[in-house]
């Protein structure tokens, strides 16, 4: 199935992404990074089963990614930091261990 000239893209569209070493003060997790809104518990979990346990890279699914325009250019959020895809969730409890 292949769309008419001139028609918008559906709102399912794909999202450009990739990753990249980075220093964490350079992600966001502002509301507008990612696609869901944190949730403390999992971020909890996520620092004290996988990042204390030194299980990072053995238990989570996929490393954060970042959006990117589908001209290349990163994305920001609202703060000026790199826009997540996916990964929220990580960054935040990694933002934990640097603070701690």
Known sequence: ??????????AYAP??????????????????????DIDDDRVLELFEK???AGRW??????????RYT?????MTAADGRSKLADGKH???ALKILDHV
């Open 57 to 66: 890279g053995q238990a989570s699914l996929s490393r954060p990614k970042l």
């Open 90 to 92: 990580c960054v935040t």
């Open 15 to 36: 999202v450009y992404v990739e990753s990249k070493l980075l220093k964490l003060d350079d992600v966001s997790v502002a509301h507008d990074s990612g696609h869901r």
């Open 50 to 52: 996988v990042i204390l």
């Open 1 to 10: 199935m292949s769309r008419k000239a001139n028609t918008p893209a559906p």
């Open 70 to 74: 589908p001209d290349g250019r990163p």
